[in-house]
C-alpha cells in the first residue's frame, strides 16, 4: 500500500453501537473498506453513519476525488426507514410470543388422563428437552444449536392445536395437518423473514425425522416423557407403566438408548 493509505479500524460494534476509526484513503483502501462492510453486517442506520463518516474522511484528504457526502435528506430517510420498522418488528414479535403464553398453561394431556396431580405444561415438556439437547455429549456431524432450537419449537403448534394424543382417535395424517397450519399462522404473525421461516424449517425436519438432529430430538421427547413419568410415580405413587411401554425400543440413537436405559435402571431400583 502507498504511504498515503490506511487501513479501517473497527474498535467497537453491537446492535446498539458502532465506533471506528477512519483514517484517510487512497483509492485502492477505499475499495478495502467496501469489502469489509459486504462482509459485516449492520442495521441500516449504523450503515449510513459509517459511510458517512468515511466520504467526510476521503473528501478532506483526497480533495474532490472522492464521492460527496450523503445529503441531510438521504440520511434522515434512512433513520425513519429504520424507525418505521422497528414498531412492526416489536409488534409482531409480541403478537407470537402472546400466541406462545398458551404453551405454559396448556397441561399435557397424557398426564391429565392418568389423573397426575398439577401436571407439567407444554412449555414446560420443551425446555427440559432443550436442556438435554444442550448438556449431551458432542457427536460428530450433529449441529447442537440446531437440536436446541429444535426442541424449543417441536411442539409449538399445539399454541394453537393443543396437546393432540393418540387417545384422542384423530388420524396421524389430520393432526399433522392441523398442526401445519397452525405453523403456518405463527409464521405469518411473526412477520415471515428469516426467523418466522426457521422456524417452519426446524420443525418440518422434525416432523419429518429427516435428519440426525430430528432424530436426536426425537429421542429426546421420549426420554423426556418417561424421566418424567418416573418422578410422577415416585412423587405421587401412580403406576405409569404403559409410558415406558409406549418407548420400548423405539429409540433412534445411541443417546437416546443410553439416557432411556438409564431411567429404566434407576425404576427397578425403587
Known amino acids: 500500500m502507498g504511504s498515503g493509505s490506511r487501513l479501517v479500524f473497527p474498535c467497537r460494534a453491537s446492535a446498539s453501537s458502532l465506533a ?23 442495521s441500516p442506520t449504523a450503515f449510513t453513519l459509517l459511510r458517512m463518516a468515511s466520504s467526510s474522511s476521503s473528501s478532506v484528504t483526497d480533495g474532490g476525488d472522492a464521492n460527496p457526502p450523503p445529503s441531510a435528506s438521504s440520511s434522515n430517510d434512512a ?10 418488528s416489536a409488534s409482531s414479535a409480541i403478537d407470537f410470543l402472546t400466541l406462545c403464553h398458551s404453551l405454559k398453561t396448556t397441561k399435557r394431556a397424557g398426564w391429565v388422563r392418568r389423573d397426575v ?11 427440559r428437552m432443550g436442556l438435554m439437547a444442550l448438556i449431551a455429549s458432542d457427536i460428530p456431524g450433529i ?15 399445539e399454541a394453537i ?10 388420524p396421524k395424517d389430520e393432526k399433522s395437518r392441523r398442526e401445519r397450519e397452525a405453523l403456518d399462522h405463527m409464521c405469518k404473525l411473526l ?4 426467523r418466522a421461516k426457521e422456524v ?16 436426536i430430538v426425537k429421542d429426546f421427547d421420549k426420554v423426556e416423557m418417561i424421566l418424567q413419568a418416573l418422578e410422577y410415580e415416585n412423587e405421587q405413587g401412580v403406576d405409569l407403566d404403559e409410558f415406558f411401554q409406549s418407548t420400548a425400543g423405539k429409540f433412534q440413537t445411541d443417546v437416546g438408548k443410553a439416557w432411556a436405559s438409564e431411567i429404566a435402571s434407576r425404576r427397578k431400583k425403587r
Request: glycine fraction near 6%; aromatic fraction near 8%.
Open 200 to 215: 417452519a424449517e426446524l420443525w418440518m425436519e422434525y416432523e419429518g425425522n429427516s435428519s440426525s438432529e430430528a432424530k
Open 117 to 127: 396431580q398439577n401436571p407439567e405444561s407444554i412449555a414446560d415438556h420443551m425446555y
Open 143 to 157: 449441529d447442537r444449536d440446531k437440536c436446541v432450537k429444535m426442541a424449543i419449537v417441536h411442539d409449538i403448534a
Open 20 to 42: 471506528f476509526l477512519v483514517p484517510s484513503f487512497t483509492s485502492s483502501a477505499r475499495l478495502s473498506f467496501r469489502s469489509f462492510l459486504t462482509r459485516t453486517t449492520l
Open 79 to 88: 433513520v425513519s426507514s429504520t424507525a418505521a420498522a422497528a414498531p412492526r
Open 191 to 194: 412477520g415471515g423473514g428469516s
Open 161 to 170: 392445536v393443543g396437546d393432540i394424543t393418540p387417545s384422542d382417535g384423530i
